[in-house]
């Protein structure tokens, strides 16, 4: 660990600090969760490809319900064989630690750190959570467990068997993944965007660990860290906003490095109980 971040994290651990992380995509990466970026992210119906930009959306869901479903259980049911890795389990460790003085913002919907042991009151999965699912038609079951469904062929249609159990018991709409869309707005009902604002504004610590910053609540919380003096450390291989953003705080640092190999490290001397 570089001397610049030691004494960064002696000085934060000596006030008692409230910890903000923030993790991304980049965090599940090293678990094999793929990021569906760029070609890696297309899905072919009929003669086109679509985006996950296009394919994640309400109005895509609307239009075809059963293709944005099929494109979800292929993609997700790679979540389900994933394991947590070093980095997760070191976020588990520090909110042992730190207690109510830690919380844990993601970005990602694969429910690692849930599996991981993070608890669920200090996780505020701001984009959801693709195990869990709702009416569609908001009739009032709240959040429930996907029914459990094999993932699918590439190229298989849904069964009539596995669209039943994707249908509301209570109203018989369609359950829909209890995920943010991309033509939907962050709200805290679902999603806990207000929670996830309020410990950033109290946060002494903000860490942030692979994100790139595409979307605009996460960048939001980093700014907001800036503006009230909080020490940011920006945990990642490569460059992104949240480096800038650290590199612009009076206590800020940048690792660039992947998270299982500093993140552990980092958690480790912000455990150790002042003398
Ligand atoms: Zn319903």
Same mark, same amino acid.
């Given at each position: 660990?570089?001397?610049?971040?030691?004494?960064?994290?002696?000085?934060?651990?000596?006030?008692?600090?409230?910890?903000?992380?923030?993790?991304?995509?980049?965090?599940?990466?090293?678990?094999?969760?793929?990021?569906?970026?760029?070609?890696?992210?297309?899905?072919?119906?009929?003669?086109?490809?679509?985006?996950?930009?296009?394919?994640?959306?309400?109005?895509?869901?609307?239009?075809?319900?059963?293709?944005?479903?099929?494109?979800?259980?292929?993609?997700?049911?790679?979540?389900?064989?994933?394991?947590?890795?070093?980095?997760?389990?070191?976020?588990?460790?520090?909110?042992?630690?730190?207690?109510?003085?830690?919380?844990?913002?993601?970005?990602?919907?694969?429910?690692?750190?849930?599996?991981?042991?993070?608890?669920?009151?200090?996780?505020?999965?701001?984009?959801?959570?693709?195990?869990?699912?709702?009416?569609?038609?908001?009739?009032?079951?709240?959040?429930?467990?996907?029914?459990?469904?094999?993932?699918?062929?590439?190229?298989?249609?849904?069964?009539?068997?596995?669209?039943?159990?994707?249908?509301?018991?209570?109203?018989?709409?369609?359950?829909?993944?209890?995920?943010?869309?991309?033509?939907?707005?962050?709200?805290?009902?679902?999603?806990?965007?207000?929670?996830?604002?309020?410990? +950033?504004? &109290? =946060?002494?610590?903000?860490?942030? /660990?692979?994100? @790139?910053?595409?979307? $605009? *609540? !996460?960048?939001?919380?980093?700014?907001?860290?800036?503006?009230?003096?909080?020490?940011?450390?920006?945990?990642?291989?490569?460059?992104?906003?949240?480096?800038?953003? +650290?590199? &612009? =705080?009076?206590?800020?640092?940048? /690792?660039?490095? @992947?998270?299982?190999? $500093? *993140? !552990?490290?980092?958690?480790?001397?912000?455990?150790?109980?002042?003398?």
């Amino acid at each position: 660990m570089h001397l610049e971040l030691l004494h960064l994290l002696e000085r934060v651990r000596s006030r008692n600090p409230r910890v903000v992380v923030l993790t991304g995509a980049g965090i599940s990466a090293e678990s094999g969760i793929p990021t569906f970026r760029g070609s890696d992210g297309y899905w072919v119906v009929g003669s086109r490809n679509y985006m996950p930009e296009e394919m994640a959306t309400r109005r895509m869901f609307a239009s075809d319900p059963e293709e944005v479903w099929r494109w979800y259980l292929y993609r997700f049911g790679a979540c389900r064989h994933a394991e947590p890795n070093l980095a997760h389990r070191a976020l588990v460790d520090l909110e042992a630690t730190l207690g109510d003085r830690f919380t844990l913002v993601t970005q990602n919907i694969d429910g690692l750190h849930r599996r991981a042991g993070s608890s669920v009151e200090r996780t505020h999965c701001i984009h959801g959570d693709a195990a869990y699912v709702r009416c569609a038609n908001d009739c009032g079951i709240g959040v429930q467990p996907l029914p459990s469904i094999n993932t699918p062929k590439i190229d298989a249609e849904l069964s009539p068997e596995t669209c039943e159990r994707l249908k509301c018991h209570n109203c018989g709409a369609w359950l829909r993944p209890h995920v943010l869309w991309f033509d939907e707005y962050y709200d805290e009902e679902n999603y806990r965007a207000d929670s996830a604002i309020r410990a +950033a504004a &109290r =946060a002494d610590l903000l860490i942030v /660990v692979g994100t @790139s910053g595409a979307t $605009n *609540l !996460p960048m939001q919380i980093g700014t907001l860290c800036l503006r009230q003096g909080a020490a940011i450390i920006d945990v990642n291989p490569e460059a992104n906003p949240f480096a800038v953003i +650290a590199d &612009r =705080a009076e206590r800020g640092c940048i /690792v660039r490095g @992947s998270a299982c190999e $500093n *993140l !552990p490290e980092i958690v480790k001397h912000l455990a150790i109980k002042p003398e």
